[in-house]
């Protein structure tokens, strides 16, 4: 059963800011949110994780509400070589965070 | 150094055969992982050890059987494939059981004919 729920695609051009929004009403409290990105014929690659309100790094930043029911991956400024599928992760607190889900993932085209 | 390795990466057999999926890590990661990607890319997470020891075993049939003879390796043996069972079989590990930063194997392609 599917934990999270992401837009199927997004569309953006190069150059742009492109925010992608992953639900989690069902997140637990001890779960943390973690993105990973896949490009076509290789494994998904981590980029970022968080727990409350706002984690950067040097490729994204992750805003997630003080209610923790939604996060969002933002790329700021993205090239072509961004083009990829995002998912969104959270723990499965049922089976004391062993398993995540992943869900269906978003993909998006960035376009010259 | 490939952190997270898988042989072979691609596999092409007949229907009713059994086979074998390698997978080493030399992250010194406690936990590694199976996940099965279908043609619709959803990822779903197959068998977990944690420092050898089987700890998610999720709805898969019998016929997968994965092994674990150190914590660095987890091979997948898949007995009487059925065409069902093409898929893309990524491996992956973690720190730890309740570490989310999964480091993932390039995966291995299998298609069953």
């Known amino acids: 059963l599917a934990k999270t729920t992401q837009p199927i695609s997004m569309d953006s051009y190069e150059g742009q800011e492109v925010n992608i929004t992953c639900s989690h009403n069902?997140?637990?409290?001890?779960?943390?949110i973690t993105w990973y990105q896949q490009f076509p014929s290789q494994g998904p690659r981590f980029i970022i994780q968080g727990y409350k309100t706002k984690v950067t790094n040097e490729v994204a930043s992750l805003f997630i509400p003080a209610d923790r029911k939604s996060s969002t991956l933002s790329l700021p400024r993205v090239s072509l070589s961004d083009t990829a599928v995002y998912y969104c992760?959270?723990?499965?607190?049922?089976?004391?965070?062993?398993?995540?889900?992943f869900g269906a993932g978003t993909r998006l085209f960035v376009k010259a | 150094d490939t952190a997270v390795s898988q042989t072979p990466k691609y596999l092409v057999t007949q229907m009713g055969n059994d086979k074998s999926i390698k997978c080493e890590q030399n992250l010194g990661h406690d936990t590694m992982y199976w996940y099965k990607q279908d043609s619709k890319k959803f990822l779903k997470i197959m068998f977990s050890?944690?420092?050898?020891?089987?700890?998610i075993n999720e709805t898969v049939p019998n016929r997968f059987s994965p092994k674990s003879p150190d914590k660095a390796h987890l091979n997948l043996h898949i007995n009487s494939l059925e065409l069902g069972d093409s898929a893309v079989y990524f491996c992956?590990?973690?720190?730890?059981?309740?570490?989310?930063?999964?480091?993932f194997g390039s995966g291995t392609r299998l298609t069953v004919v």
């Open positions: 069902n997140i637990a409290t001890n779960d943390y």
């Open positions: 050890y944690n420092n050898k020891e089987l700890i």
């Open positions: 992956a590990s973690s720190q730890e059981a309740r570490s989310y930063g999964y480091t």
């Open positions: 992760l959270v723990g499965d607190g049922n089976t004391g965070g062993f398993k995540t889900i």
